[in-house]
């Protein structure tokens, strides 16, 4: 199993302190690897500076052909990869594979997207051109919950770009990233796309490097925050992709088997450790009671088990820590009077399992409404005017994403108008696309990524005015 960083485009074991990968569904140890030492941070920076003089200056349809290149190579190692995902992070292998095939939908889009040059004429005869030039070596960092495809989505913008970038995944789930850093440099010249492997303390040094022009950064607002601050001394722009907690307004006159289908899908998807699950639900009250019902045949439908299993639907959390944490939400809703429905299925002996769980009759002040929980649990709320829902979102002081479920697609559209995020889905929730922006307000994040919105996030804007001499 590879386990190496890449600098200058060769695998090295990091020289630093040994770290254990755990598989969240056995809690066996399924390998070690090396953290990067500082001094193979600095030689990782200065090649990947090195590399941008040569990196800048290709003709992007060379840039283009390397990514279809790679995208062919991911897609040809679906299964290995798509395993290894699994292994590392819990989810059910079917998940795993949806995150492989779309990792390749999003660097096949990128491929595509050409960076504008913009044109003016004066009337004085003078002509300006403004361009958008790339930045120079950019930091990527990463969390455990998608980790692949997180990666991919910060790497592939910042190359087309024409920027170097050295990412450094979550020290939880470090394989599946090596993996595709490996495939990149098999089609990338040395140093464009480097690697570096451990924890914060690495992802901080790296953060606050001085040869780095950028940071991208998915993960927890705290971290985000630490980021930023790291970023003064420097004047290092960030795209800051955040946490959140979403809400989704159930209407009275939807179709309420349908909807629970895919509420219960956007709550749980990968256990519910995804940024744009649906994370509070407020349902009107004349249907309440049998959005409760539905929702609880969805959560005893769920094959709880290890994702490489067949049959299995519902994977473990990733982390001790988060699988306390999700378990503290749990309690505190208990002792503040909810009810918790749990699916009957029996948990596995070993491994972080936590049943996907219905908080009823919860109510706003409580912790799972308030904060977000990045797990298995639902809390669902009853309501009888959307105004007070509208209010009550927008309270929040995170602005991911929020979605609104009604036949009545002019009224969701005004509702949508009203709410504090950076996106609202009707009738859906949580499924991304790459050509529309996707970013947070608030505490959810800065800076947008996907699309071309996103693409630009990776230049400078340089403007030429020309006159004649
Ligand atoms: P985290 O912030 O703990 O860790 C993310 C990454 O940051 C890891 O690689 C970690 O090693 C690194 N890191 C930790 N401290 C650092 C420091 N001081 N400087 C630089 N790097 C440091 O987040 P997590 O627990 O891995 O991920 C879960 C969180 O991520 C949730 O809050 C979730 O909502 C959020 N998330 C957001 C999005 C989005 O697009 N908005 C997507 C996925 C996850």
Redesign the pocket.
């Known amino acids: 199993m590879n386990t190496s960083m890449y600098i200058n485009g060769q695998a090295i074991l990091g020289n630093g302190n040994a770290l254990d990968v755990n598989n969240p569904a056995t809690l066996e140890v399924i390998t070690q690897v090396y953290s990067s030492a500082f001094e193979q941070l600095e030689e990782c920076v200065a090649k990947a500076k090195q590399a941008f003089t040569i990196w800048k200056n290709l003709a992007d349809p060379k840039i283009v052909e390397a990514f279809h290149a790679i995208a062919e190579d991911i897609l040809s190692q679906k299964e290995e990869l798509a395993r290894l995902i699994t292994l590392e992070q819990g989810k059910p292998l079917f998940l795993a594979q949806v995150e492989v095939e779309l990792t390749v939908q999003w660097i096949n889009y990128v491929a595509g997207l050409n960076i504008p040059v913009e044109h003016y004429q004066e009337a004085n005869g003078k002509k300006i051109t403004v361009y958008n030039r790339p930045l120079g070596v950019v930091a990527s960092?990463?969390?455990?919950?998608?980790p692949f495809m997180?990666a991919a989505w910060h790497l592939f913008p910042a190359l087309k770009a024409k920027n170097c970038v050295i990412n450094?995944?979550?020290?939880?789930t470090p394989l599946s990233t090596i993996k595709l850093i490996e495939i990149i440099n098999q089609h990338l010249p040395a140093g464009v796309c480097s690697l570096i492997l451990?924890?914060?303390?690495i992802?901080?040094a790296?953060?606050q490097h001085p040869d780095i022009q950028k940071v991208t950064?998915?993960?927890?607002?705290?971290?985000?925050q630490?980021?930023l601050e790291?970023s003064v001394s420097t004047l290092k722009s960030v795209v800051l992709?955040?946490?959140?907690n979403d809400i989704g307004i159930v209407l009275e006159d939807v179709d309420i088997d349908q909807v629970c289908r895919k509420v219960f899908m956007s709550a749980f998807l990968n256990a519910g450790?995804?940024?744009?699950c649906l994370k509070r639900l407020y349902v009107h009250e004349k249907i309440y009671d049998q959005v409760i019902r539905k929702l609880t045949e969805m959560i005893n439908s769920q094959v709880l088990g290890n994702g490489l299993e067949e049959g299995t639907t519902f994977g473990p959390v990733q982390n001790k820590?988060?699988f306390e944490k999700v378990q503290a939400f749990i309690t505190d809703a208990l002792e503040h009077g909810a009810t918790v429905i749990r699916s009957h299925q029996l948990l596995p002996e070993k491994g972080y399992f936590i049943a996907p769980t219905l908080v009823v009759n919860a109510r706003d002040e409580m912790e799972v409404v308030q904060k977000?929980q990045?797990g298995p649990v639902l809390p669902i709320l009853s309501f009888s005017h959307v105004d007070e829902v509208i209010k009550t979102t927008n309270q929040s002081e995170f602005g991911?994403g929020a979605s609104v479920w009604t036949k009545n697609l002019q009224k969701a559209e005004k509702i949508a108008e009203q709410i504090e995020a950076g996106t609202v889905w009707i009738n859906s929730h949580a499924d991304l696309s790459p050509e529309a922006a996707?970013?947070?307000w608030k505490l959810?994040?800065l800076g947008y990524?996907f699309g071309l919105g996103g693409l630009l996030q990776y230049t400078h804007k340089q403007s030429v005015h020309i006159t004649a001499a």
């Open positions: 960092i990463t969390p455990w919950n998608w997180i450094k995944p979550s020290e939880f451990g924890d914060g303390k992802g901080h790296l953060t950064f998915t993960g927890s607002t705290g971290t985000g630490k980021i790291n992709e955040l946490g959140g450790q995804t940024c744009a820590l988060q977000e990045f991911l996707f970013g947070g959810s994040g990524s």
